[in-house]
């Protein structure tokens, strides 16, 4: 094995633990802004609405449409890796299960809270999950699909796709409001203020360069 491969087989059981951790926090954090009632994040906004319309719990809508997103990944050609079938799993699963837990709360103080921690804990969710580097979400896959096929960058394909979604969920019934801008503006701080502490090394370091250029460790001429 090179020593790539013996890296990332040695730190496996940790990032597999890291990435379940991740994923169980990111629906959690996600069942407390549908709780909190003051907006949830764009495809939340997309997922409410549909299950307005659709007999389904909102964890089984997240399920189900991360598997319908997937299948647009076949035109785009991006394979999903054990953290995009994962995430297109166990979201779902730990939000249906906080929210069974959770109950409705009228108190616009602790509605609040929740938005907070769930914004928050979203953020720190979602940098332990990319920091596993198992793969990527069906949602963040379509987003980097689209990027490559069309030459767009990330931000414009990203601002583009979570516009959509917000404008066709809040026509459907979704919920817009003070979470969705909450959530537009801190998710991707709060993220890269995680995401370095949190990202697993998958890369041997590199070896610093010796004298005339040579690598270290190595014999000069």
């Known amino acids: 094995m090179t020593p790539r491969q013996q890296l990332r087989a040695g730190r496996l059981p940790r990032r597999v633990g890291q990435l379940l951790v991740g994923l169980v926090l990111f629906g959690a954090t996600m069942a407390l ?40 990944w076949v035109p785009l050609r991006q394979w999903p890796g054990l953290g995009t079938v994962l995430n297109a799993v166990v979201v779902g699963l730990a939000t249906d299960a906080t929210l069974a837990l959770v109950p409705p709360v009228d108190s616009l103080g602790w509605r609040v809270g929740l938005l907070v921690v769930g914004v928050v804990g ?23 699909g689209l990027a490559h096929r069309t030459g767009r960058s990330i931000r ?18 979704g ?8 959530y537009a503006l801190l998710i991707g ?33």
């Open 156 to 173: 414009l394909v990203r601002t583009s796709l979570e516009v959509t979604v917000v404008v066709v969920g809040w026509t459907i019934g």
């Open 33 to 72: 802004l549908v709780r909190a009632v003051l907006g949830l994040e764009p495809w939340g906004v997309l997922t409410y609405g549909l299950t307005l319309h659709i007999p389904m719990s909102y964890g089984q809508m997240v399920v189900a449409s991360s598997f319908v997103i997937l299948l647009l």
């Open 122 to 144: 979203n953020g720190i969710a979602g940098a332990l999950y990319i920091g596993a580097q198992l793969g990527p979400g069906p949602r963040d896959g379509l987003m980097t």
């Open 175 to 182: 919920v817009v409001g003070l979470g969705t801008l909450a």
């Open 189 to 221: 701080p709060v993220v890269q203020a995680f995401l370095p502490v949190l990202t697993v090394p998958v890369d041997p370091p590199a070896r610093p360069a010796g004298p005339a250029g040579a690598v270290s460790g190595c014999p000069t001429p």
